[in-house]
């Protein structure tokens, strides 16, 4: 039998950690007060955050969030807002969310101190933050003492297979939508055993809040009934959540859950393909911004090179200290003849191509099949390493990427793989996890 | 100027041949006659087809029907046509349609004698031939003596084309659909103007009649408004008409008329790609089955070949004294590694699925994408030679070649073409012609 106590035992903060997250938490809260009053500042600080509701795990964030009065413009609160979060925070450094706030880990663990304005209803806010105090405030009198270690269960259930998180990297579930699905199925086991036999969607509120929606999981924000909380989870977290789900309850086991997935890489053998790294320095930007810039990067190397006529079968990525993109080609040099598609013989166009195409370049055709005009041309650009090279410099990479265009390393291999962190990423590719 | 009068009187049979070929029809005629009066069978021999309206290029067949008249059974009505056949054509070789008939080329060219109910009407009729000489009734009283030469001038065109010919091997336009054109369309430049210009069907008939037929071509036979005479013409074979014709009336010249298309091959150069060339020798059947059996072939393996991952990216053959088969692909070796599609992740054969793929064949996965599950499995059918030859030995490629599978000569060929007759066919794929 599984033991889901063991399970939450190991994985919450113990009592001293309990206690020392409070009272840095108050410390801070007190600092910031103070700060306010002295500088007269209309502002209030507030926990929110897991760390607030009893629903985090060991070494959580904390989450401070300033609520400013409204009257004061977007841009003061903001400049205050960094300003309060240096004065506390010694060692913060500015990131960048909708705006801008000072994160810390000179406590041995990471601190946000994030301005906001104080609103009592959702449709009052200014920014994005401004509604989660609000989610604090709702989960507060809608968790149950014994429901925050249900929310552990399925936090620590998500994060053994990698869709925990809605940030950019994920697409997962976030912790409040986490929470949310507690106090909606009660519980962890019966959450999953719903997720187990789900088909379709999972969307959770009323038929008229959530049929405007239309992305994989609907999940009404109960402080704002106009916002699908789970917008960010992809339709690939889903069927793990589902897959896995359904696999749990068949045989229960402790090794369900965790902090983050195991690496377990299947061999790294010659599976007969070609691959191609390209290796790229890391620009200093949030994880927020350059995950999906590389996402991006690798769908337009995708389809540019199927306009040249290369398969890329699969693609991988890594971002760490370095950026690592790998492309697994089945072949990465084509035929030097390849077959263009002419107009519809019905065309007026068709007289230009016939006399477009009479050169040194065809090698076979002009012919018609069924309706249209084929003619078989050199192919010059049959070598992948030339094909990549013209697209990464024509591509549009997002501004970030472009810039660094003359740094890329591109590295071809054959057979196994090199000893790089996307290598490891590339074969540990598994779930359930 | 292009001389039109000059490409007729080069095609056209002259005097002597015109006057050689009635004596040898009235003569056959005569001697069909006597024997059926001595034999008691009541039956009249009948000359058809284009030597019986001035229709005809030179050497042109001579195709003489026996009617016989109603009140015989079938196979009464084959033995005796046979039976008069013979022994009139000392050299005749048995023949097969709908049903058998004598062929011979004794005389310096063919001579079929051809056995048929005799009718007044098309629904009548008790075999596909019957109509024969209702056709040969209509034509002689709707083209007039200027519109047998505008018949000549389209075939000429359509042969130089490879568009000539009903026949399974050609799926082109019949002799008795090119004559129902110019009944139609006035002349030979009246019609490719109209071709030249058309979008999509060509269409000949009332709309009533022809709006049950679906085929590129539907031409209403005028003895018969059940009938599409059309229906062989492929897709292809009609857009090669409409674009030749576009063609050919930009700048008019002789080059766009002939018996046969020249071959006209492109260099045989190093493509880049691998071919295949299956060999067999052939057995002794008519062109209108081996033809269909040998396309048939094709895309039996082509298809096979895709289940297989191997992509050909064109085909040839080469019906002669040996059936040639030429593929094309990209490359004949695939990675080691295949994508194995599962089922979707609500599905209740996910369970046997993760079961069975838990082995040492795995090379990556099982994984989650989208709503599905994936495995990355070993291909050990990853060599063409291999798969071809299971290809072959489980396809059924017809009766006849069937038998022959253990005589199959495969040979594999990168870069230059061997001198074989489907390296010429395959090289000389152009049009226009």
Sequence with gaps: MIDLKKVIAEYSPDTAEIESVRKLSDDLIIKISDYCRINNINADPLLVGSSSRGTSLRGADVDIFIRFKRGYGIREMEKLGLEIGHSILKKGVEKYAEHPYVSSNEFGRKVDVV?????????????????????????????????????????????????????????????????LLIVNYGSFLSAITHFSTLKGKLIVGDYEATKKFTSPVIIIDPTDPQRNAGAAVSLTALSILKLCGKIF?????????????????????????????????????????????????????????????????????????????????????LPSVKLHSGPPVESDN???????????????????????????????????????????????????????????KIQRYEGKLPDLKVSTNFLSKRNPN
């Design 350 to 408: 068709i007289i230009p191509f016939l006399e477009k195409h009479n050169g040194k370049d065809v090698l076979r055709g002009p012919y018609v099949m069924d309706g249209r005009i084929y003619v078989e041309l050199k192919n010059s650009m049959n070598v992948y390493d030339d094909a990549l090279h013209k697209i990464l410099e024509n591509a549009d990479l997002g501004k970030h990427i472009n810039n660094m265009k003359e740094e890329f």
């Design 115 to 179: 301005p906001c304005f104080m609103i009592d209803n959702a449709n009052e806010r200014l920014t994005a933050v401004d509604r989660t105090p609000l989610h604090s405030e709702y989960l507060k009198t809608h968790l149950t003492v014994q429901q925050r270690d249900e929310v552990k269960l399925l936090k620590l259930f998500m994060r053994k297979q990698g869709i925990y998180g809605s940030e950019l990297k994920t697409n997962g579930f976030s912790g409040y939508v986490t929470e």
């Design 249 to 333: 309850l068949r045989e229960p086991s402790e090794s369900y859950f965790g902090m983050e997935p195991d690496k377990k890489p299947s061999p790294n053998v010659d599976r007969g393909t070609v691959f191609y790294i390209i290796r790229i320095r890391r620009p200093e930007i949030v994880d927020d911004i350059i995950f999906p810039q590389v996402q991006k990067m690798i769908s337009a190397i995708v389809r540019a090179s199927k306009e040249y006529g290369f398969n890329i079968i699969s693609s991988e990525y890594s971002v760490e200290d370095e950026i690592e993109v790998l492309l697994e080609l089945e072949t990465d040099i």
